[in-house]
């Protein structure tokens, strides 16, 4: 078995954005960001997985949203990493994303992720998804202060998510444009896209009123999801790519895989590392989520040095027997975003 041949730490390695941001010029976005999708039985303690990350890991990203119902708890950790003086605002690089609720409003869906998170800008937003649904109070909302819209609304009586597929799922896009755009307008440095296939983007692409390529397309990507075409598309087009789901989300099972059980005894380091190593490796940036404070503050930090044949091993994972493992009824409109066995990730 050969040593583990490792850099000295993830947290070292920097992306660039392409954006094109008119006065913005390129920023740079960590490798690895703690995802915080939390179960919602436990999202106060993604408080506690903030600070472990930033103090105790050295991550400098994290990634969350609106739907999470983390972002209060993400606002609490932060407000006290900064109040000991030794991590800044400007150290660290926050996501969030406005759900297809806040289609057509993503400034107000901005405006609560700011105002949940105790912050007065985030690095990247993006549009969750390219879809438009309905906006309908949660059962005792009143309608006063905040409205409590359902996340993901469904048909009483047909149980069918309601997808306002009539409407145009770029208006969210062109909103974040707009605000990204206005000189006055501080609360966003850059914008980009999640769970958009090459159709969609060639659509985003080459509509007129969009001057600003995407810094980030978001997307399921792991050993058993690889987006070997996608990945390639943004490439060319100057759009880096995050990776959702790199464990294969809950219980992570991508973990489980014989060959990524091989790779992590052949370089003696944990399934994480070689998972993590193989997106970084492509130019991928990732965020695996946890709650496990030890392995917050340890195990998403090695960078392993795999070998070109490593990396295509990895590759054949999904390409021979290819599995999405988030598949949300919502998304049956999108090509490629259901039906597990037979999907060809694109
Ligand atoms: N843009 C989008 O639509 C989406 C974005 N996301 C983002 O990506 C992040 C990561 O994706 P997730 O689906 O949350 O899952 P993930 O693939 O990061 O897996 C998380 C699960 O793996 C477990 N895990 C990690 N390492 C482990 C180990 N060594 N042993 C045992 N269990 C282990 C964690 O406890 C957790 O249950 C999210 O938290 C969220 O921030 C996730 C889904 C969709
Ligand atoms: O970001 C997201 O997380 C959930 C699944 O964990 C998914 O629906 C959404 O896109």
Not at 197 to 217: E, F, Q, R, V, W
């Amino acid at each position: 078995m050969s040593k583990s041949q490792s850099h000295p730490s993830t947290t070292e390695i920097y992306f660039t954005l392409k954006n094109n941001v008119p006065g913005l010029g390129s920023q740079i976005i960590p490798v690895v960001g703690l995802g915080t999708a939390s179960p919602s039985d436990r999202a106060p303690e993604t408080k506690e997985a903030v600070i472990t990350a930033i103090e105790k890991g050295g991550l400098r990203h994290i990634d969350t949203a609106w739907f999470y119902g983390t972002e209060k708890f993400i606002g609490e950790a932060l407000q006290e990493v900064f109040s000991r003086g030794k991590v800044k605002r400007e150290d660290l690089f926050i996501t969030t994303k406005v759900w297809p609720v806040y289609w057509d409003n993503a400034s107000e869906s901005i405006d609560i992720s700011l105002k949940d998170l105790q912050l007065d800008y985030v690095d990247l937003v993006l549009q969750h998804w390219p879809l438009c649904f309905p906006k309908i109070l949660k059962p005792g909302s009143n309608g006063n202060g905040v409205p409590q819209y359902i996340g993901v609304p469904h048909d009483s009586e047909t149980g069918e998510p309601l997808v306002e597929s009539e409407k145009d799922y770029l208006t969210t896009y062109k909103q974040l444009q707009s605000i990204v755009l206005d000189p006055r307008d501080h609360r966003v440095k850059n914008i980009g896209v999640s769970n958009y296939p090459i159709g969609y983007l060639n659509k985003l692409l080459s509509d007129p009123d969009i001057k600003i390529t995407p810094a980030i397309n978001q997307v399921e990507i792991n050993p058993q999801c690889p987006q070997l075409e996608l990945a390639e598309f943004c490439h060319e087009k100057g759009i880096l790519m995050t990776a959702y789901s790199p464990m294969g989300s809950s219980g992570a099972p991508i973990l489980k895989l014989p060959e990524i059980v091989e790779l992590a005894k052949k370089y003696n380091c944990s399934g994480n590392d070689i998972v993590i190593s193989y997106l970084i490796r492509r130019g991928i940036v990732v965020i695996p989520r946890s709650l496990n404070l030890q392995r917050i503050a340890k195990d998403f930090q090695n960078y392993i040095l795999l070998t070109d044949e490593d990396v295509d091993n990895i590759n054949q994972i999904g390409i021979k027997t290819p599995f999405r493992h988030i598949d949300e009824d919502f998304a049956k409109s999108i090509p490629g975003f259901t039906g597990r066995t037979k999907t060809k990730a694109t």
